[in-house]
């Protein structure tokens, strides 16, 4: 099955910190120019299981994009735009968290007839929610999701962040994503999504409130998502991920235990692994047991890439 995946391909410009980070003054990293960008790095990560997949993108006509584009360990479907730079993100990064500063560039470009052009044959399209958060690729992204069902392949979602899917609403956003086969999201993403109160996404508690609310489990979390989607799957990092399936059902496995450098691009691997078994017929539970491997794979090293 040939798997399309839609989103962001940029420069990573990788800070490892030496510890935290000092406002005001110096901090000691190690720093190196990467591969990145959430779709291109689950497209890679996809590519390097022997997935058949493409990546749709936009890159700047530059030395970054070209770059870019031929490390990439995937088939490209991405074009370059000369009106516009090839993106940039700026992550700061310590063995267990990972902060991001984005310039979208060209990936702010991407419009349906680039989506259209790569679907044809696609048995899967997943799409990165950092398309769906720009106003000026939403419509793309929607796009993607409608053409990918018209053309009867199944759909994905990553949710990307919590930081963007605060300002674009949650409501918007499981609209945008509504009946998709799977929705993707870390615990921050879920509970901004619907983790405060059942059956109103993203309503808040009162300030004063907010820190003695009772704040949902994973399980639940996941069993709110699938109202939204047909499948959902809460990724937690080091204590493993839960899927829900239609029915209610709710399967959960552990992480991989391995000592963390990097936390980059870990979600990203997980996605590939949970979609690569998953699309080859794998249960539930073997299937987030594959992105759990995958994910811990991805932490044991620096760079967001295989």
Request: glycine share 12%; hydrophobic share 45%.
């Amino acid at each position: 099955m040939r798997i399309v995946v839609v989103g962001d391909l940029v420069t990573d410009v990788l800070a490892s910190l030496s510890g935290p980070l000092t406002l005001g003054s110096d901090t000691t990293a190690a720093i190196r120019e990467t591969g990145g960008g959430s779709a291109a790095n689950t497209a890679c990560w996809l590519g390097s299981l022997g997935a058949p997949t493409s990546l749709v993108a936009v890159a700047g006509d530059d030395a970054a994009g070209r770059a870019r584009v031929a490390e990439l360990s995937c088939d490209s479907a991405v074009r370059f735009a000369p009106e516009a730079p090839t993106g940039t993100v700026i992550v700061l990064s310590t063995a267990d968290e990972r902060s991001m500063v984005t310039d979208r560039g060209a990936n702010a470009l991407l419009n349906a007839s680039d989506v259209d052009s790569a679907l044809p044959g696609a048995g899967h399209m997943h799409l990165s929610g950092y398309v769906l958060f720009d106003p000026r690729t939403a419509a793309a992204g929607r796009h993607a999701l409608a053409a990918a069902r018209s053309v009867g392949a199944s759909t994905s979602v990553d949710a990307g962040s919590a930081g963007p899917l605060r300002m674009l609403g949650p409501e918007r956003f499981l609209d945008y994503v509504r009946g998709t086969d799977l929705l993707l999201a870390n615990l921050d993403e879920a509970y901004t999504l619907v983790g405060t109160t059942p059956g109103v996404p993203g309503m808040v508690a009162p300030a004063e409130l907010a820190e003695f609310a009772a704040r949902p489990e994973p399980e639940e979390l996941a069993r709110r998502l699938a109202a939204y989607a047909v499948h959902a799957v809460v990724k937690l990092g080091a204590a493993g991920a839960v899927w829900a399936g239609p029915d209610g059902t709710v399967v959960r496995v552990p992480a991989v235990p391995v000592e963390p450098v990097d936390p980059t691009g870990a979600g990203d691997a997980f996605a590939a692994g949970l979609l690569a078994a998953w699309l080859g017929g794998a249960e539930p539970g073997a299937a987030l047991a594959a992105g759990a491997e995958l994910g811990a794979r991805a932490v044991t090293q620096v760079g967001a890439r295989p």
